[in-house]
């Protein structure tokens, strides 16, 4: 009888899906770091439950010198599901040390089952920031869930009127297959290919005039086939983003993630120089 000895590396490899299946080590390390993450982010959840407060802003005094800027849109930052406004501390700050005067985040409430419903509270949201900041548009950041929900809110309901640019992170464009259980939950229905939210995004888009700009990475598990992250449609001017090494959670902290955000943001036109679904950015 003949015993075939199977190296450890190779059985791992195996084991794997045949996508990453050459990346053992990458998928353990990503994952060691998702785990790190989710660990901090459940200390850090509680601090973000309640609603963010948002006073009002104080003029500044007659005498004051006024210093010539420029002056940056609104930034809103979309969580995800069964999340909330927490998970964006460490991009609010760097989005802060950079410039960014006007930085909001929106909790919309974990028993939320519809996207429409959500996107409908997001436009609402944004008029009110519009009218307290004087500005007629926004920029808008949504993490998985939250990136959806925004770009229904773009594309379906007129908000393009408003969303100067879209930056999603990790979020099922074309629908995520991951956690077949987890369809109990109306909203993750919405989230599978073929729902009726999905098939509404792919409708035409005429004139659409938000720029869209989506990161996506080969190690996020919760995006099943990882290039759902991406937008595809032939009516939205659009730039994907590839980022290596890390995973789903490690997308709204990781501080090379926050730095492309940057970039994205203050390109007055992100896509007017790259067609359509073009690696414009780095990360």
Known sequence: MTVTRIQPFRLCAALLPARLAGLPFALLKATALELAILAGHLLLYPSGIVQERRPAPQPPPPDAPRLPARDKPPVLL????????????LLRRSLAQHGRQH????????????????????????????????????????????????????QRLGGDARVRTLVTLGTPHTGTRVVPLA????????????????????????????????????????????ETACVDHPDLSAQNVRVS?????????????????????????????????TDGLTA
């Open 78 to 89: 979309l969580h995800g599901f069964i999340d909330n406004r927490s998970v964006f501390v």
């Open 103 to 154: 930085l909001e985040s929106l909790n919309y409430s974990p028993l939320t089952c519809d996207i429409r419903k959500a996107a409908e509270l997001l436009g609402r949201h944004v008029e009110e920031i519009c009218e307290r900041t004087g500005h007629e548009r926004v920029d808008i950041v949504g993490h998985s869930l939250g990136g959806l929900i925004a770009r229904y809110y773009a």
């Open 183 to 226: 369809d109990a939950h109306p909203i993750v229905r919405q989230m599978r290919p073929g729902s009726d939210v999905i098939e509404e995004l792919r409708e035409p888009a005429p004139g659409c005039r938000t720029q869209f700009v989506s990161f996506w990475s080969e190690l996020d598990q919760v995006m099943d086939p990882v």
């Open 245 to 277: 090494g890390i995973g789903h959670l490690a997308l709204p902290v990781h501080p090379a993630v926050a730095s492309a955000i940057r970039q994205a943001l203050d390109l007055a036109d992100p896509a007017a120089d790259t067609p359509a679904s």
